[in-house]
Nanobody, 118 residues
């Protein structure tokens, strides 16, 4: 069984920074994609950033230039450095991975709340 645990969410003022972490545990043989998604109240879940095993990353248009995704392969951990935060970044942030545990499957964390407010 794969578990994803997000951490690092909280309340931050506009213009501030936060760093989210996602730690994957369980019988994981390989991870080829790791990503962050977010869902604001009343809105659909959207992709924030993703990173593949080669290290290549992709970002949603609304966070380009402000957020940076990274991963530590040895620790099966992913990070999201969020700078210049805006009130519209307020959402629950979810970790997602595509992992091989005997078969390839997608897994989701339970989410961590980020609130950007003065």
């Amino acid at each position: 069984q794969v578990q994803l645990v997000e951490s690092g969410g909280g309340l931050v003022q506009p213009g501030g920074s936060l760093r989210l972490s996602c730690a994957a545990s369980g019988t994981i043989f390989s991870i080829n994609v790791m990503g962050w998604y977010r869902q604001a109240p009343g809105k659909e879940r959207e992709m924030v950033a993703s990173i593949i095993s080669s290290g290549s990353s992709n970002y949603g248009d609304s966070v380009k230039g402000r957020f940076t995704i990274s991963r530590d392969k040895a620790k099966n951990t992913m990070y999201l450095q969020m700078n210049s935060l805006k009130p519209e970044d307020t959402a629950v942030y979810y970790c997602n991975i595509r992992a091989y545990t005997g078969t390839w499957s997608n897994y989701w964390g339970k989410g961590t709340l980020v609130t950007v407010s003065s």
